[in-house]
Protein backbone atom coordinates (compact mmCIF):
# COMPACT_ATOMS: atom_id res chain seq x y z
CA UNK A 1 0.00 0.00 0.00
CA UNK A 2 1.40 3.27 -0.94
CA UNK A 3 1.68 5.96 1.58
CA UNK A 4 0.95 9.85 1.20
CA UNK A 5 3.87 11.70 0.66
CA UNK A 6 3.52 14.39 3.00
CA UNK A 7 3.42 11.64 5.47
CA UNK A 8 6.41 9.23 4.58
CA UNK A 9 8.35 12.99 4.62
CA UNK A 10 7.29 13.31 7.81
CA UNK A 11 8.26 9.83 8.83
CA UNK A 12 11.83 10.03 7.19
CA UNK A 13 12.37 13.80 8.79
CA UNK A 14 11.78 11.72 12.65
CA UNK A 15 13.56 9.07 11.58
CA UNK A 16 16.83 11.03 11.08
CA UNK A 17 15.94 12.67 14.80
CA UNK A 18 17.70 15.58 15.95
CA UNK A 19 19.39 16.28 12.74
CA UNK A 20 16.75 17.02 10.77
CA UNK A 21 14.34 18.27 13.28
CA UNK A 22 15.00 21.71 11.85
CA UNK A 23 13.46 20.53 8.44
CA UNK A 24 10.06 19.51 10.31
CA UNK A 25 9.39 23.24 10.78
CA UNK A 26 9.95 23.74 7.29
CA UNK A 27 7.99 20.57 6.19
CA UNK A 28 4.89 22.07 4.21
CA UNK A 29 7.34 24.41 2.68
CA UNK A 30 9.42 21.72 1.63
CA UNK A 31 7.04 19.30 0.49
CA UNK A 32 4.87 20.61 -2.23
CA UNK A 33 8.59 21.69 -3.95
CA UNK A 34 9.94 18.37 -3.85
CA UNK A 35 6.87 16.52 -4.77
CA UNK A 36 6.42 18.66 -7.87
CA UNK A 37 9.55 17.94 -8.76
CA UNK A 38 9.32 14.43 -8.32
CA UNK A 39 6.03 14.49 -10.65
CA UNK A 40 8.37 15.80 -13.63
CA UNK A 41 10.51 13.26 -12.73
CA UNK A 42 8.07 10.22 -13.60
CA UNK A 43 6.87 12.65 -16.49
CA UNK A 44 10.17 12.21 -17.93
CA UNK A 45 11.57 15.67 -17.16
CA UNK A 46 15.46 16.49 -17.00
CA UNK A 47 16.87 17.94 -14.12
CA UNK A 48 19.52 20.82 -14.81
CA UNK A 49 21.11 21.14 -12.10
CA UNK A 50 22.51 24.92 -11.55
CA UNK A 51 24.25 26.73 -9.14
CA UNK A 52 26.55 30.39 -7.75
CA UNK A 53 29.65 29.98 -7.39
CA UNK A 54 29.90 29.57 -3.85
CA UNK A 55 28.14 26.23 -4.17
CA UNK A 56 30.09 24.30 -7.34
CA UNK A 57 30.66 21.79 -4.60
CA UNK A 58 27.52 20.85 -4.02
CA UNK A 59 26.48 20.85 -7.87
CA UNK A 60 29.68 18.22 -7.81
CA UNK A 61 28.55 16.35 -5.13
CA UNK A 62 25.19 15.99 -6.69
CA UNK A 63 26.59 14.84 -9.93
CA UNK A 64 28.63 12.04 -8.10
CA UNK A 65 26.01 10.93 -6.00
CA UNK A 66 22.89 10.91 -7.60
CA UNK A 67 23.54 7.88 -9.81
CA UNK A 68 25.71 5.59 -7.88
CA UNK A 69 26.28 2.20 -9.50
CA UNK A 70 25.82 0.82 -6.12
CA UNK A 71 22.14 2.50 -5.73
CA UNK A 72 19.32 0.04 -6.11
CA UNK A 73 16.99 1.47 -8.71
CA UNK A 74 16.91 3.02 -12.27
CA UNK A 75 19.91 6.37 -12.96
CA UNK A 76 17.66 9.70 -12.91
CA UNK A 77 18.30 12.53 -15.46
CA UNK A 78 19.83 15.03 -13.57
CA UNK A 79 22.98 16.79 -15.41
CA UNK A 80 25.37 19.85 -14.27
CA UNK A 81 24.39 22.62 -16.84
CA UNK A 82 28.52 23.59 -17.01
CA UNK A 83 28.53 19.83 -18.77
CA UNK A 84 26.24 21.03 -21.00
CA UNK A 85 27.21 24.34 -21.58
CA UNK A 86 30.60 25.68 -20.01
CA UNK A 87 30.40 29.27 -21.09
CA UNK A 88 27.12 30.15 -19.27
CA UNK A 89 28.56 32.21 -16.80
CA UNK A 90 29.37 34.97 -19.77
CA UNK A 91 25.61 34.93 -21.06
CA UNK A 92 24.80 38.66 -19.81
CA UNK A 93 21.29 39.66 -21.75
CA UNK A 94 18.03 38.07 -22.52
CA UNK A 95 18.78 37.37 -25.68
CA UNK A 96 21.96 35.12 -24.38
CA UNK A 97 19.62 32.90 -22.49
CA UNK A 98 16.60 32.79 -24.67
CA UNK A 99 19.72 31.02 -27.21
CA UNK A 100 20.42 28.72 -24.58
CA UNK A 101 17.13 28.29 -23.57
CA UNK A 102 15.98 26.85 -27.79
CA UNK A 103 19.10 24.38 -27.19
CA UNK A 104 17.80 23.05 -24.16
CA UNK A 105 14.15 22.92 -25.88
CA UNK A 106 16.22 21.18 -28.51
CA UNK A 107 18.45 18.79 -26.37
CA UNK A 108 15.38 17.52 -23.88
CA UNK A 109 12.33 18.47 -25.92
CA UNK A 110 10.89 20.54 -23.50
CA UNK A 111 11.25 17.75 -20.88
CA UNK A 112 13.74 20.11 -18.71
CA UNK A 113 13.66 22.40 -15.17
CA UNK A 114 16.38 23.87 -13.42
CA UNK A 115 17.74 22.26 -10.28
CA UNK A 116 19.50 26.02 -8.85
CA UNK A 117 21.05 26.55 -5.39
CA UNK A 118 22.32 29.63 -4.62
CA UNK A 119 21.96 32.86 -4.29
CA UNK A 120 19.97 35.31 -6.51
CA UNK A 121 22.97 37.65 -7.75
CA UNK A 122 23.95 34.98 -9.79
CA UNK A 123 23.19 34.92 -13.22
CA UNK A 124 21.98 31.29 -12.90
CA UNK A 125 19.52 32.32 -11.35
CA UNK A 126 18.33 34.50 -14.07
CA UNK A 127 17.96 31.87 -16.30
CA UNK A 128 16.29 29.39 -13.57
CA UNK A 129 13.80 32.11 -12.17
CA UNK A 130 12.99 31.86 -16.32
CA UNK A 131 11.20 28.44 -16.09
CA UNK A 132 8.15 29.08 -13.83
CA UNK A 133 8.81 24.88 -12.54
CA UNK A 134 12.45 25.33 -11.43
CA UNK A 135 13.51 23.93 -8.48
CA UNK A 136 14.89 26.82 -6.57
CA UNK A 137 16.69 26.34 -3.16
CA UNK A 138 17.74 30.04 -2.16
CA UNK A 139 20.25 31.07 0.30
CA UNK A 140 19.21 34.59 1.97
CA UNK A 141 16.53 35.50 0.30
CA UNK A 142 13.02 34.39 -0.17
CA UNK A 143 11.57 33.68 -3.69
CA UNK A 144 8.19 32.67 -4.57
CA UNK A 145 7.93 28.65 -5.01
CA UNK A 146 11.32 27.89 -3.65
CA UNK A 147 13.27 26.70 -0.07
CA UNK A 148 14.42 29.18 1.46
CA UNK A 149 17.98 28.70 3.54
CA UNK A 150 19.58 31.18 5.80
CA UNK A 151 22.83 32.24 4.32
CA UNK A 152 23.99 32.72 7.70
CA UNK A 153 23.50 29.39 9.39
CA UNK A 154 26.81 28.22 10.60
CA UNK A 155 25.04 24.57 9.58
CA UNK A 156 24.19 26.32 6.16
CA UNK A 157 26.78 23.10 4.15
CA UNK A 158 25.29 19.79 5.91
CA UNK A 159 21.85 21.29 5.76
CA UNK A 160 22.26 20.98 2.02
CA UNK A 161 23.74 17.62 2.09
CA UNK A 162 20.46 16.76 4.34
CA UNK A 163 18.12 18.32 2.21
CA UNK A 164 19.84 16.43 -0.57
CA UNK A 165 19.80 13.06 1.02
CA UNK A 166 16.30 13.61 1.55
CA UNK A 167 15.85 14.21 -2.02
CA UNK A 168 17.38 10.62 -2.89
CA UNK A 169 15.35 8.86 -0.25
CA UNK A 170 12.46 10.47 -1.94
CA UNK A 171 13.23 9.52 -5.04
CA UNK A 172 14.32 6.02 -3.95
CA UNK A 173 10.32 5.78 -2.43
CA UNK A 174 8.87 6.98 -5.61
CA UNK A 175 11.10 5.02 -8.24
CA UNK A 176 10.35 1.87 -5.46
CA UNK A 177 6.38 2.73 -5.81
CA UNK A 178 6.08 3.08 -1.71
CA UNK A 179 4.86 6.45 -1.99
CA UNK A 180 1.83 8.19 -3.99
CA UNK A 181 2.61 11.98 -4.68
CA UNK A 182 -1.23 12.16 -5.31
CA UNK A 183 -3.21 14.49 -2.84
Known sequence: MQEKFQQ??????????????????????????????LKKMLDGYTFIIMNDKDYEWFADYIMLSI??????????????????????????????????????????????????????????YRIAKRKYDSFLWMIGEQVQNSFY??????????KLLELFKLLNRSIDAVLGDEVSLED
Do not use: C, H
Request: a negative charge; charged letters at 30%; glycine letters at 2%.
Open 8 to 37: WTLEAIRKEGARLSWLEEKRLEWTPLLAST
Open 149 to 158: LDSTDERLDI
Open 67 to 124: NRPTKDRPFVPFVNIKSIFPNIDLLKSNEDFEILEDMLSLMFQDAYTFFYVGKSNDVK
